[in-house]
């Protein structure tokens, strides 16, 4: 199981509940995991594509094609500067 629990204003009018727990079978990449479970995590997918979403697996900051794995915590919080495109200094 990958709890994610999300973060920040923006995001949190995106999802029904703050901390969200997901069943994983196998290794996969954070933006694939995300992709997945759309039901769940709709309009942050729009969000990655855009690449306005800080991610950290484990209270590391990582990329969208970091591995998620089994009885990892992610974190999810908006980043966007009018200045930047999104968050490109950690998602080129």
């Not at 204003?9 to 703050?18: G, I, K, R, S």
């Not at 942050?44 to 591995?67: F, G, P, R």
Request: proline share 4%; hydrophobic share 40%; glycine share 4%.
């Amino acid at each position: 199981m990958v709890i994610v629990r999300v973060f920040g204003q923006t995001l949190l009018a995106c999802v029904e509940d703050p901390e969200i727990e997901c069943d994983l079978s196998e290794p996969v990449k954070v933006r694939d995991f995300l992709e997945s479970h759309q039901d769940q995590f709709g309009e942050l997918v729009e969000l990655m594509k855009k690449s306005e979403l800080m991610i950290a697996i484990n209270q590391k900051i990582v990329t969208y094609d970091a591995i998620v794995k089994d009885g990892d915590s992610i974190k999810l919080t908006h980043q966007f500067n009018p200045e930047h495109d999104g968050a490109l200094w950690h998602n080129p």
